[in-house]
Protein backbone atom coordinates (compact mmCIF):
# COMPACT_ATOMS: atom_id res chain seq x y z
CA UNK A 1 0.00 0.00 0.00
CA UNK A 2 1.55 3.19 -1.20
CA UNK A 3 0.53 7.18 -1.82
CA UNK A 4 -3.02 8.37 -1.21
CA UNK A 5 -4.42 5.03 0.13
CA UNK A 6 -1.58 4.85 2.59
CA UNK A 7 -2.65 8.17 4.23
CA UNK A 8 -6.10 7.65 4.13
CA UNK A 9 -6.06 3.74 5.61
CA UNK A 10 -3.94 5.17 8.89
CA UNK A 11 -6.05 8.51 9.25
CA UNK A 12 -9.09 5.57 9.42
CA UNK A 13 -6.93 3.21 11.63
CA UNK A 14 -5.87 6.12 13.97
CA UNK A 15 -9.24 7.47 14.19
CA UNK A 16 -10.42 4.39 15.46
CA UNK A 17 -7.46 4.21 18.31
CA UNK A 18 -8.42 7.98 18.85
CA UNK A 19 -11.88 7.26 19.69
CA UNK A 20 -14.00 4.28 19.82
CA UNK A 21 -10.72 3.53 21.75
CA UNK A 22 -10.22 6.46 23.67
CA UNK A 23 -10.13 4.78 27.05
CA UNK A 24 -7.39 2.81 26.12
CA UNK A 25 -5.38 4.74 24.00
CA UNK A 26 -5.94 8.28 26.48
CA UNK A 27 -2.77 7.67 28.03
CA UNK A 28 -0.41 8.36 25.43
CA UNK A 29 -2.15 11.66 24.93
CA UNK A 30 -1.98 12.44 28.48
CA UNK A 31 1.84 11.62 27.78
CA UNK A 32 1.94 14.06 25.04
CA UNK A 33 0.25 16.47 27.03
CA UNK A 34 2.28 16.19 29.30
CA UNK A 35 5.46 16.28 27.45
CA UNK A 36 4.27 19.47 25.67
CA UNK A 37 4.25 21.25 29.49
CA UNK A 38 7.50 19.92 29.98
CA UNK A 39 9.48 20.72 26.80
CA UNK A 40 8.03 24.05 26.29
CA UNK A 41 8.60 24.70 30.73
CA UNK A 42 11.76 24.11 29.89
CA UNK A 43 12.80 25.49 26.92
CA UNK A 44 11.43 29.01 28.58
CA UNK A 45 14.16 28.18 32.07
CA UNK A 46 11.35 26.36 34.18
CA UNK A 47 12.80 23.31 35.90
CA UNK A 48 10.82 20.47 35.94
CA UNK A 49 9.97 18.65 39.37
CA UNK A 50 7.86 16.18 38.62
CA UNK A 51 5.64 14.25 35.84
CA UNK A 52 2.03 12.40 36.86
CA UNK A 53 0.33 10.12 34.33
CA UNK A 54 -3.32 8.78 36.32
CA UNK A 55 -4.88 5.80 35.46
CA UNK A 56 -8.03 8.02 34.64
CA UNK A 57 -6.43 9.40 31.58
CA UNK A 58 -5.63 12.90 33.96
CA UNK A 59 -1.63 14.28 34.16
CA UNK A 60 0.55 16.88 36.09
CA UNK A 61 3.51 18.61 35.65
CA UNK A 62 5.13 20.20 38.27
CA UNK A 63 8.03 22.48 38.15
CA UNK A 64 10.45 23.95 41.04
CA UNK A 65 10.06 27.43 40.67
CA UNK A 66 7.01 29.42 42.16
CA UNK A 67 6.33 32.07 40.21
CA UNK A 68 6.59 32.21 36.62
CA UNK A 69 7.27 35.54 34.13
CA UNK A 70 4.42 36.18 31.94
CA UNK A 71 5.96 34.15 29.08
CA UNK A 72 6.51 31.61 30.92
CA UNK A 73 3.45 31.12 31.84
CA UNK A 74 2.07 31.29 28.46
CA UNK A 75 4.56 29.05 27.10
CA UNK A 76 4.19 25.96 29.34
CA UNK A 77 0.58 26.65 29.99
CA UNK A 78 -0.16 26.61 26.05
CA UNK A 79 2.19 23.81 25.65
CA UNK A 80 -0.16 21.09 27.64
CA UNK A 81 -3.64 21.20 25.52
CA UNK A 82 -1.48 22.04 22.17
CA UNK A 83 0.94 19.43 23.05
CA UNK A 84 -0.13 16.01 20.62
CA UNK A 85 -1.14 18.54 18.35
CA UNK A 86 2.14 20.15 17.81
CA UNK A 87 3.79 17.13 17.96
CA UNK A 88 1.94 15.76 16.07
CA UNK A 89 2.32 18.71 13.41
CA UNK A 90 6.13 18.32 13.41
CA UNK A 91 5.49 14.99 12.68
CA UNK A 92 3.96 15.43 9.65
CA UNK A 93 6.42 18.58 8.46
CA UNK A 94 9.28 15.52 8.98
CA UNK A 95 7.54 12.78 7.01
CA UNK A 96 5.89 14.41 4.03
CA UNK A 97 10.33 16.23 3.70
CA UNK A 98 11.55 13.04 3.40
CA UNK A 99 13.03 12.44 7.10
CA UNK A 100 12.42 8.50 7.48
CA UNK A 101 9.76 7.37 10.00
CA UNK A 102 12.35 5.79 11.84
CA UNK A 103 14.43 8.88 12.77
CA UNK A 104 11.17 10.07 13.46
CA UNK A 105 10.32 7.53 15.60
CA UNK A 106 13.75 7.48 17.39
CA UNK A 107 13.15 11.06 17.63
CA UNK A 108 10.00 10.37 20.02
CA UNK A 109 11.70 7.91 21.82
CA UNK A 110 14.66 10.30 23.17
CA UNK A 111 11.62 13.06 24.54
CA UNK A 112 9.86 9.91 26.11
CA UNK A 113 12.75 9.10 27.82
CA UNK A 114 13.58 12.57 29.22
CA UNK A 115 10.13 12.17 30.56
CA UNK A 116 10.62 9.11 31.81
CA UNK A 117 13.37 10.26 34.21
CA UNK A 118 10.78 12.95 35.76
CA UNK A 119 7.69 10.73 36.34
CA UNK A 120 7.06 10.47 39.84
CA UNK A 121 4.28 7.93 40.05
CA UNK A 122 3.53 4.53 39.86
CA UNK A 123 0.95 4.78 36.99
CA UNK A 124 3.20 6.91 35.27
CA UNK A 125 6.17 4.36 35.06
CA UNK A 126 3.77 1.79 33.65
CA UNK A 127 2.50 3.86 31.01
CA UNK A 128 5.35 5.59 29.70
CA UNK A 129 7.57 2.60 29.73
CA UNK A 130 5.60 0.65 27.63
CA UNK A 131 4.81 3.24 25.12
CA UNK A 132 8.53 3.32 24.82
CA UNK A 133 9.00 -0.23 24.30
CA UNK A 134 5.89 -0.16 21.45
CA UNK A 135 7.77 2.49 19.82
CA UNK A 136 11.48 0.97 20.30
CA UNK A 137 9.91 -2.23 18.92
CA UNK A 138 8.59 -0.94 15.38
CA UNK A 139 11.97 1.64 15.09
CA UNK A 140 14.58 -1.10 15.65
CA UNK A 141 13.10 -4.65 15.02
CA UNK A 142 10.09 -3.51 12.06
CA UNK A 143 10.61 -3.71 8.77
CA UNK A 144 10.41 -0.25 6.65
CA UNK A 145 7.10 -0.83 5.24
CA UNK A 146 5.57 -1.31 8.60
CA UNK A 147 7.75 1.70 10.24
CA UNK A 148 6.43 4.03 7.71
CA UNK A 149 2.75 2.45 8.24
CA UNK A 150 3.05 2.93 12.06
CA UNK A 151 4.75 6.43 11.60
CA UNK A 152 1.11 7.24 9.41
CA UNK A 153 -0.37 6.14 12.58
CA UNK A 154 1.42 7.76 15.04
CA UNK A 155 0.48 10.89 13.47
CA UNK A 156 -2.59 10.98 12.54
CA UNK A 157 -3.47 9.92 16.01
CA UNK A 158 -1.32 12.56 17.78
CA UNK A 159 -3.32 15.06 15.39
CA UNK A 160 -6.74 13.66 16.15
CA UNK A 161 -6.21 12.64 19.78
CA UNK A 162 -5.60 16.67 20.63
CA UNK A 163 -8.43 17.13 19.27
CA UNK A 164 -10.28 14.28 21.14
CA UNK A 165 -9.11 15.44 24.43
CA UNK A 166 -11.18 19.10 23.92
CA UNK A 167 -14.50 18.11 24.78
CA UNK A 168 -12.95 16.47 28.32
CA UNK A 169 -11.34 19.70 28.83
CA UNK A 170 -15.23 21.46 28.40
CA UNK A 171 -16.15 19.00 30.85
CA UNK A 172 -13.95 19.79 33.40
CA UNK A 173 -14.44 23.71 32.92
CA UNK A 174 -18.62 23.38 32.86
CA UNK A 175 -18.31 21.44 36.22
CA UNK A 176 -15.78 24.00 37.97
CA UNK A 177 -13.06 24.73 35.93
CA UNK A 178 -9.38 23.08 34.77
CA UNK A 179 -6.14 23.98 36.17
CA UNK A 180 -4.45 24.96 32.75
CA UNK A 181 -6.97 27.17 31.63
CA UNK A 182 -7.75 28.73 35.22
CA UNK A 183 -3.54 29.69 34.97
CA UNK A 184 -3.44 31.17 32.03
CA UNK A 185 -6.94 32.98 32.87
CA UNK A 186 -5.35 34.32 36.01
CA UNK A 187 -2.18 35.63 34.28
CA UNK A 188 -3.20 36.80 31.04
CA UNK A 189 -6.47 38.29 32.61
CA UNK A 190 -9.17 36.70 29.57
CA UNK A 191 -11.56 34.49 30.56
CA UNK A 192 -11.42 30.16 30.61
CA UNK A 193 -14.00 30.17 28.15
CA UNK A 194 -11.60 31.76 25.94
CA UNK A 195 -8.51 29.80 26.71
CA UNK A 196 -11.15 26.32 25.78
CA UNK A 197 -12.30 27.56 22.66
CA UNK A 198 -7.96 28.37 21.89
CA UNK A 199 -7.49 24.84 22.70
CA UNK A 200 -10.24 23.18 20.35
CA UNK A 201 -9.34 25.84 17.10
CA UNK A 202 -5.67 24.98 17.71
CA UNK A 203 -6.02 21.42 17.70
CA UNK A 204 -8.31 21.56 15.03
CA UNK A 205 -6.02 23.93 12.53
CA UNK A 206 -3.39 21.59 13.41
CA UNK A 207 -5.57 18.49 12.46
CA UNK A 208 -6.55 19.65 8.93
CA UNK A 209 -3.44 21.22 8.35
CA UNK A 210 -1.11 17.73 8.88
CA UNK A 211 -3.67 15.59 7.46
CA UNK A 212 -3.32 18.09 4.69
CA UNK A 213 0.28 17.44 4.54
CA UNK A 214 0.06 13.58 4.34
CA UNK A 215 -3.00 13.57 2.07
CA UNK A 216 -1.59 15.88 -0.59
CA UNK A 217 2.34 14.93 0.09
CA UNK A 218 1.66 10.89 -0.01
CA UNK A 219 5.13 8.64 0.05
Known amino acids: MEGPGL ?10 AAVPLWKITTHAITIAHEGGHAMFGSLTGLFVKKIRVDRGGA ?17 AGLAGYLGPSIFGLAGAWMLVRGISPRSILLMTLVLMAMLLVMVRNVFGFIAVPLTIALIWTVAMRAAENIQLVFTYIWIWFLLMGGTRQIPELYGNWKNGGEADTQ ?5 TGLSDAFFVAFFWLGSMVALVYGGVLMLRNPL
Open 7 to 16: AWTTAVIAFV
Open 59 to 75: GATGFRQEKWSFFQTLA
Open 183 to 187: HLSKA
